[in-house]
């Protein structure tokens, strides 16, 4: 809730965004916690936190666990901050206890997940694990124009002489606790969600491309009405893709007609495409069933599509899993495996090292808007359980 | 094309938005070019320029000619310019020759014909033929929030002295010369367009709300996607209205998408509806298809229908067609008659006083793009038309 109230709003949700004032006040309260427990901090190049509780073999890769400080414009006050908070917990009660792991564990927090000042998200995971390079990420800018790199520079300038961890340094394991983000623990009674994997997800630019004309003189039959291809389009992936199965997830949530003007016929409709569905063969189906339809009902204007995300599904840790399961057995929370309909860092985190996810349940399964909620028991299971398969992880020997 | 420099686009087109410092400019061009032929300007409580030349008996109902100097954004030279600088030309001409007509000849310029920035359009001729209160009018706001009020208080600011005329003073006829704004005339080799009336219009807006939410957790059959919904609507009107006939003209020129973010589920689309037909009972019965077709296609979400504008078709005055006709073939020009398929101030005029139209060719019959074009001689012909009909009007006795 301390941290919360930076960029709080006035409604109970926050506005913390990636690289802003607000994020580097979050990260003054962080590090104060971490200094007051003994604990080390740290950054890299792509502007990630880290907060350190040394272990005895210095060789060994270390054991990761976070999530990000960013939130969405009118998000709430549990997504990522959660998972720093819960990691940071952890590092304290073992500190606290005189705990010397076995190797260093570490809690992060990711730069820009959220994605919303700076697109796309997850910059700081993706530089980490080497999906995009520094350079590209630096390049991106804000709607005022303002890049990532000098957000970056202006972020360390802040914190002179904290030491830079290098990108891309090998890790035992990842692990990230995290709200749902949807309703099926709630649904379920379950406290503790056990993730299998992240839904994969196509996103795509569509551009259809007409011709304007005069509303009132140009015949129906001469126009290349871009918006009227679109509805066309629309209608029909709407139906054969939204409809294709109950798992499927088909999305245009922002759509651009130009000139847009009353009484002119548009020339132009850029749509933004997100597809998920958990089966991978399934999603690559409807995504090629997609450009199909796009092209068939384009006629007479033209289209073009862009891809811009091709995720496939990945499968979290197996062994990962267990331990969380065994844990929340253990504990007596009641747990469920079910697979994440969100995109999170643990996807990235996956391709370079074993990595897992911890969900809580959050109320209404409501997520990036002022009333997420998530239960104090609940943030407190989660924890513990964190707590429980960290220490399996990095116990000293 | 002097004109056409004052909110000229580095591709050839105009921009110049009503109320605008573009629209300011103009009106200083026109008022100086008025002043070099020692005519009068005048304005009104709505934004209307008048350009007079004085008749004999200031009792009589003056006669008025124009159209309107701004312009749809992306638009050409000529469409409300043309009848604007036609007139200018004819009182030019007769005041050169030192002709006193038997009553007031007046040019005049409509506030903001076009509806882009501030919709709907025909602001200026609506408030002088009492087809909407100026407190209505003034309170419509651009995009950025601005009234129509602040903006005309900021033109009239802009000409501090310029006398006012009443709103709604009794007139003797009035004249409008434009562009066809369609391919009938060149299609058919005539110079002149003889105006038989304006096309009947409906134009309506149509909001459609449903719920928000996440894109990649938010079950497709749990969703009140008002995008999705929008797709159905449009596509059953493109259908169903769009086809009806050869002689329809149906448009969605505008659309606003909320909240238009990538990965949030819309939760509300408002579109504007542009519906033309000449026939009157078929306007009014696919005005009413249309609406049952909106509430059909809504569900699961909600829909509201606005009307903004009913207009039947109307028929210009058959004496003042008669004279356009005989004037157009004793200066030699092939001539023609023709419904207009676009709106135009002429329309409210029309309820005023005996009102007409002279049409001239345009390049492609293409209107509201930066190649709109028309020939010179074709400009000078349907000016030397209205020369010919306007000085019967106002001859000294």
Chains 1, 2 share one sequence.
């Not at 003054?28 to 509780?53: H, K, P, S, Y």
């Not at 969380?324 to 697979?339: D, H, K």
């Amino acid at each position: 809730m301390t941290l919360a109230d930076i960029g709080g709003t006035s409604s109970g949700g926050v506005d913390r965004q990636a690289l802003s004032a607000e994020e580097i006040e979050a990260w003054r309260c962080v590090m104060g916690w971490a200094r007051e427990a003994d604990l080390q901090v740290a950054t890299d190049d792509a502007g990630n936190l880290f907060v350190i509780l040394r272990g005895s073999d210095q060789k060994a890769p270390p054991v990761l666990s976070g999530s990000h400080l960013d939130t969405q414009p009118g998000g709430g006050r549990f997504d990522g901050a959660y998972g720093v908070l819960a990691a940071l917990e952890v590092l304290t009660v073992l500190a606290e206890r005189g705990v010397k792991p076995c190797r260093d564990l570490i809690a992060v927090a990711w730069m820009n997940e959220e994605g919303s000042r700076f697109a796309p998200g997850m910059m700081g995971s993706e530089a980490y694990a080497g999906v995009r390079t520094l350079e590209e990420i630096r390049a991106a800018r804000d709607a005022t124009g303002m890049t990532v790199g000098k957000a970056l520079d202006q972020l360390h300038a802040a914190f002179p002489g904290l030491p830079r961890r290098p990108l891309g340094a090998p890790l035992g394991a990842y692990l990230e606790a995290h709200i749902e983000q949807g309703p099926v623990l709630e649904a379920q009674r379950r406290v503790v969600g056990i993730v299998t994997g992240i839904q994969g997800k196509q996103t795509l630019e569509v551009e259809v491309r007409g011709d304007k004309g005069h509303a009132g003189t140009l015949a129906m039959s001469a126009r290349r009405d871009a918006l009227a291809a679109f509805a066309r389009i629309a209608s029909a992936l709407y139906t054969e893709i939204g409809d294709h199965d109950p798992q499927v997830k088909f999305t245009i949530g922002h759509l651009c007609v130009e000139p847009n003007a009353p009484s002119i016929v548009p020339d132009r409709v850029v749509m933004r495409i997100d597809l998920r569905h958990p089966d991978n063969s399934t999603l690559t189906a409807l995504g090629a069933r997609l450009r199909v339809l796009c092209a068939r009902h384009a006629t007479p204007c033209q289209v073009q599509l862009m891809p811009l995300v091709d995720a496939p599904s990945n499968i979290f840790d197996t062994l990962l899993q267990e331990l969380i399961e065994t844990a929340a057995f253990r504990l007596g929370y009641p747990s469920l495996r079910l697979l994440s309909a969100a995109g999170h860092d643990a996807r990235h985190l996956a391709s370079l090292c074993p990595s897992a996810m911890i969900f809580i349940p959050c109320r209404g399964g409501v997520s990036h808007v002022q009333e997420e909620w998530a239960e104090p028991e609940h943030v407190s299971a989660g924890a513990n359980v964190l707590l429980n398969v960290l220490f399996q992880l990095v116990r000293p020997i």
